[in-house]
C-alpha cells in the first residue's frame, strides 16, 4: 500500500521568501503525485499533479514541484511566498495502476507567514 | 470551471441521529469519493463508488456508513446514528480520471 510523509507539520516563512515543503513517499512503482492547498474553513484545492513525463511540474499561484524518484520525494517549492500562501498543505499519491481508493495523503505542513 | 458542490457546508446533529451529507459531482464524471478529516488530522479514504456500486471501502467505513446515488446528479453520505467521533469534514470528489480528484468545499459536521 501507498504511505505519504510530510515530515514538517508546520513551517514559519518571512513574507517574499522562498519556500520548500517536503513530501516522501512510499509506493511500489512510478506513483501519480500530488499537492493540495487547503485554506481555513475550505476545501482543498489542486495545485499540481505529476503523472509522467518532466520530473519539475509548474502549477497554479506560482508553486512548482520536482519529483525525485532516487529519493521517493516530491518537494513543493516557491521562489517567493505571499501572505496569502498560508495554508495547510497536503501532498498525495495515487496508484499508478489506477486503485479505486484514490489518494492517499500526508498529514499536511501548516503554513505559517511572516510578515 | 464545473464544480463538485456540497451541502450543507455546516451540519450540527445530536449523537444519536442520522445525518445525510449531499453532493453533486462534476456532471461527466463516473467516479466518486467520501472522504473525512478529522480536525489537524490528515484526509482520510472513506469510500469509493462506481456504477452505481462500491469499488472500495476503508475501516473506517463500518455499518453505520452507506453511500447512494439516488438521481443522475446527487451522491450522499449518510451516518445512521451518530457518534461524537464523527465530527469531521467531509469531503465529496470526483474525477473522470482515477486518481486525479476534483473535491468539493466540504461539509464540517458536528455531533453534540
Known amino acids: 500500500a501507498q504511505s505519504v510523509t510530510q515530515p514538517d507539520i508546520h513551517i514559519t516563512v518571512s513574507e517574499g521568501a522562498s519556500l520548500e515543503l517536503r513530501c516522501n513517499y512510499s509506493?511500489?512503482?512510478?506513483?501519480?503525485l500530488f499537492w493540495y492547498v487547503q485554506s481555513p474553513g475550505q476545501g482543498l484545492q489542486l495545485l499540481l499533479k505529476y503523472f509522467s513525463g518532466d520530473t519539475l511540474v509548474q502549477g497554479i499561484k506560482g508553486f512548482e514541484a520536482e519529483f525525485k524518484r532516487s529519493q521517493s520525494s516530491f518537494n513543493l517549492r516557491k521562489p517567493s511566498v505571499h501572505w496569502s500562501d498560508a495554508a495547510e498543505y497536503f501532498c498525495?499519491?495515487?496508484?499508478?495502476?489506477?486503485?479505486?481508493?484514490?489518494?492517499?495523503f500526508g498529514k499536511g505542513t501548516h503554513l505559517i507567514i511572516q510578515p | 470551471e464545473p464544480e463538485v458542490t456540497q451541502t450543507p457546508s455546516h451540519q450540527v446533529t445530536q449523537m444519536g441521529q442520522e445525518v445525510i451529507l449531499r453532493c453533486v459531482p462534476i456532471s461527466n464524471h463516473l467516479y466518486f469519493y467520501w472522504y473525512r478529516q478529522i480536525l489537524g488530522q490528515k484526509v482520510e479514504f472513506l469510500v469509493s463508488f462506481y456504477n452505481n456500486e462500491i469499488s472500495e471501502k476503508s475501516e473506517i467505513f463500518d455499518d453505520q456508513f452507506s453511500v447512494e446515488r439516488p438521481d443522475g446528479s446527487n451522491f450522499t453520505l449518510k451516518i445512521r446514528s451518530t457518534k461524537l467521533e464523527d465530527s469531521a469534514m467531509y469531503f465529496c470528489a470526483s474525477t473522470s480520471s482515477i486518481p486525479s480528484l476534483h473535491f468539493g468545499n466540504g461539509t464540517r459536521l458536528t455531533v453534540t
Open positions: 509506493y511500489g512503482a512510478t506513483p501519480y
Open positions: 498525495a499519491v495515487g496508484a499508478s495502476g489506477g486503485g479505486a481508493d484514490g489518494l492517499t
